[in-house]
């Protein structure tokens, strides 16, 4: 294990991305601890220097990352798990009875009926029953009874696809005019100088390509202090790559993807991402007990549902609500 190396800065963002320079590494590979918050003073007078340390986060195997996780939730994963072991227990004083009900139903109230009470009561319960006529025709005669079909069962779609699914209210277009793409491309790369030069990031190379396979458009930007737009788990690059969206899409009538990376971040992230869910997944078979992983975005969530989409042992399903929404991992119940 490293020892901690301190750094110092005006403010603790440009300390820690201080120490990413120097170290060489970006913000997400560092154990930051901040001594100091800092201060500005009272017009530059009695200012003090935000103070950090920092060391590098050694590699651990996915076993052991698997564990640290799953005992940083356990209270989750009990509560999870309590969930899914409580018997269904259908409420039936609340159902009430349907004015015609189907053949079926009829038989098993006169079955039930027999089962439990065999008193004086059924007679005038027979009696009361009203005898159903038969519908005649203008000449008299009888028509032969309709059956009713029973209404096939709405397919409702698994919670787990519907998580998979972008929520977006334009259509994607794929855009073949150049002047169109130049023009998008350059609406981009304008915002995202205009943020990094009020940040006082220094020189940014932002480079711009149109991918007309999927529609999107990606953007790379290098530089020195890369490590400060990644933030934590990527929440910093995420916000940027929300608000360029909002300005490319500004006045569209149709949806453009915009995907923002830094330093092959994206990549990195989402091979993370894999071995995690295979590793949670292999532990969720063999101790037969549900993980809730820690809070995601969209695109991180979509990413473990497609990575144990096909295992045969382990399913994963989204729950709660914005910005806690995260996923669970259980096991499959014909495997209980």
């Known amino acids: 294990m490293e020892d901690y190396i301190q750094f110092?800065?005006?403010?603790?963002?440009?300390?820690?991305?201080?120490?990413?320079?120097?170290?060489?590494?970006?913000?997400?590979?560092?154990?930051?601890?901040?001594?100091?918050?800092?201060?500005?003073?009272?017009?530059?007078?009695?200012?003090?220097?935000?103070?950090?340390?920092?060391r590098r986060i050694e590699p651990v195997s996915d076993m052991q990352e698997i564990d640290e996780l799953v005992e940083s939730v356990k209270l989750d994963a009990i509560k999870e798990e309590k969930k899914l072991d409580k018997p269904f227990t259908p409420n039936v004083k609340k159902e009430s009875a349907p004015?015609?009900?189907?053949?079926?139903?009829?038989?098993?109230?006169?079955?039930?009926?027999v089962q439990v009470e065999k008193t004086s009561e059924e007679a005038p319960?027979?009696?009361?029953?009203?005898?159903?006529?038969?519908?005649?025709?203008?000449?008299?005669?009888?028509?032969?009874?309709?059956?009713?079909?029973?209404?096939?069962?709405k397919e409702r779609q698994p919670k787990e696809t519907r998580e998979r699914a972008p929520k977006q209210g334009r259509p994607v277009e794929i855009?073949?005019?150049?002047?169109?793409?130049?023009?998008?491309?350059?609406?981009?790369?304008?915002?995202?100088?205009?943020?990094?030069?009020?940040?006082?990031?220094?020189?940014?190379?932002?480079?711009s390509k149109y991918n007309t396979a999927d529609g999107s458009l990606d953007v790379d930007f290098e530089g020195e202090d890369m490590g400060i737009l990644i933030g934590k788990r990527g929440q910093t690059l995420d916000s940027l790559q929300y608000l360029t969206s909002l300005v490319v899409?500004?006045?569209?009538?149709?949806?453009?993807?915009?995907?923002?990376?830094?330093?092959?971040?994206?990549?990195?992230?989402?091979?993370?991402l894999e071995n995690l869910a295979r590793g949670i997944a292999f532990k969720v078979k063999k101790t037969r007990k549900p993980v809730v992983l820690e809070p995601m975005n969209p695109y991180e969530r979509r990413i473990i549902h497609a990575s144990l989409q096909g295992n045969r042992y382990v399913e994963t399903v989204s729950e709660g609500e914005e910005p806690y929404r995260h996923v669970v991992v259980k096991l499959k119940r014909n495997n209980y």
């Open 8 to 54: 110092s800065a005006k403010t603790k963002n440009e300390a820690i991305t201080k120490a990413c320079l120097e170290l060489g590494t970006s913000s997400d590979q560092l154990d930051i601890q901040v001594i100091s918050e800092g201060s500005s003073g009272f017009f530059g007078i009695g200012s003090k220097p935000a103070v950090i340390k920092v």
């Open 99 to 113: 004015k015609a009900a189907p053949v079926k139903e009829k038989k098993t109230v006169k079955t039930e009926s």
């Open 125 to 153: 319960l027979k009696a009361a029953a009203p005898k159903e006529r038969p519908a005649r025709d203008s000449q008299g005669k009888a028509k032969p009874a309709r059956e009713k079909q029973p209404r096939a069962p």
């Open 175 to 207: 855009l073949s005019d150049p002047e169109k793409i130049k023009e998008v491309e350059e609406r981009a790369v304008v915002f995202l100088r205009d943020v990094f030069g009020s940040m006082d990031l220094g020189e940014v190379e932002i480079t």
């Open 249 to 272: 899409n500004k006045g569209e009538s149709t949806y453009i993807r915009v995907k923002l990376d830094t330093e092959d971040y994206r990549r990195r992230r989402k091979e993370t």
